[in-house]
């Protein structure tokens, strides 16, 4: 089955710099009533992406106010209806709440007799693929895994990032063209991924992307606390270069300590994260607890540690500089 699904994953991407107005997209075949469960950062934005590609939106489903303030704001004139009401109404139900809400959510519409034979199903959960939908498909709808590698804030700006975004898609054979088409109506890139594959492909998601954030700001904090006024102005240029390297070199484009083999320098970093340091006298943002870097010791040993590790593997240590640096991390 990987032989025939893999005929699949050669989308082109859009070119680059490719304008991206919605009036520009061509409008899709088959126009369908679909619905949105779930108003989080996920749901609106889909909601209003597929309504502006041609696509009929019949309603959503909101749980709060704040979720339906957040869809007013990116759907006008959008009806909030109850999950089973929506789900009697669409011809393709979407799904964008929670990873661990979703099984109940498909259990319970399930259980109300709310899916229908030849009904699109899908989801937005990265994790997950098509067995959680195994209820829905149970009583005939067609189940389909559609995720975004992309980060949402719930907001206007997210549907820009919508175009060229990269999506993990997976259906019955049969129906994967209609998962493709859906993904590219709202200029999306779709790859089959199986089931198999989603939870390791989910993992490196979120550990690219959510530990970066927690990288990024605690190199922000320690900035400041060193007295930085503009920390992020300051590293940017730095980080952008490192991760241009990353992705065009690898692990080659690595640079630093850790990569020279310098013990002496990474103590000496550990030493001044466990010190902590000094708050900025202009500073009073009481959302940056700057004489606090009691989380950076742990994650520099973790991620200087993997670092040595990769670096040695290939050969760019020697076996005493490696030594070295892994008795320099090992908490005392």
Not at 209 to 220: F, G, I
Request: hydrophobic share 45%; no cysteine.
């Amino acid at each position: 089955m990987d032989a025939e699904l893999s005929s699949f994953n050669d989308f082109p991407a859009p070119p680059l710099g490719a304008a991206s107005p919605e009036s520009s997209r061509p409008h899709p075949a088959v126009s369908l009533r679909f619905g949105v469960i779930g108003m989080g950062s996920v749901g609106p934005v889909l909601a209003a992406a597929w309504r502006a590609a041609g696509h009929t939106l019949v309603g959503v489903t909101a749980r709060s106010q704040e979720s339906r303030e957040r869809a007013d704001a990116m759907v006008l004139k959008v009806d909030f209806l109850a999950a089973a009401d929506l789900a009697a109404r669409v011809d393709l139900l979407v799904l964008t709440v929670s990873d661990s809400g979703l099984p109940g959510l498909v259990s319970q519409l399930a259980e109300s007799g709310a899916f229908r034979a030849g009904q699109l199903v899908a989801h937005t959960a990265g994790a997950f693929g098509l067995e959680i939908l195994a209820p829905a498909q149970a009583a005939g709808a067609i189940p389909l895994a559609l995720h975004p590698a992309q980060t949402f804030s719930g907001t206007s700006l997210d549907l820009d990032r919508l175009y060229g975004t990269h999506w993990a898609v997976n259906a019955p054979l049969a129906l994967l063209p209609v998962a493709q088409a859906l993904v590219m109506d709202i200029g999306g890139i779709p790859a089959v991924l199986p089931d198999a594959a989603r939870p390791l492909y989910h993992a490196a998601l979120a550990h690219g992307a959510n530990h970066l954030v927690t990288l990024v700001t605690q190199s922000l904090r320690a900035l400041r606390v060193a007295g930085i006024e503009n920390p992020a102005a300051f590293i940017e240029p730095l980080l952008k270069a490192a991760l241009e390297r990353a992705f065009h070199e690898g692990e080659a484009g690595l640079s630093g300590p850790i990569r020279r083999g310098d013990a002496l320098t990474v103590q000496g970093h550990l030493e001044a994260l466990s010190r902590g340091g000094w708050r900025h006298p202009d500073d009073s943002d009481p959302s940056l607890p700057l004489d606090d870097l009691s989380d950076l010791p742990g994650a520099y040993r973790a991620m200087a540690a993997a670092t040595a590790s990769r670096v040695y593997a290939r050969r760019g240590l020697s076996e005493t500089q490696y030594r070295e640096l892994v008795a320099v991390l090992e908490e005392k």
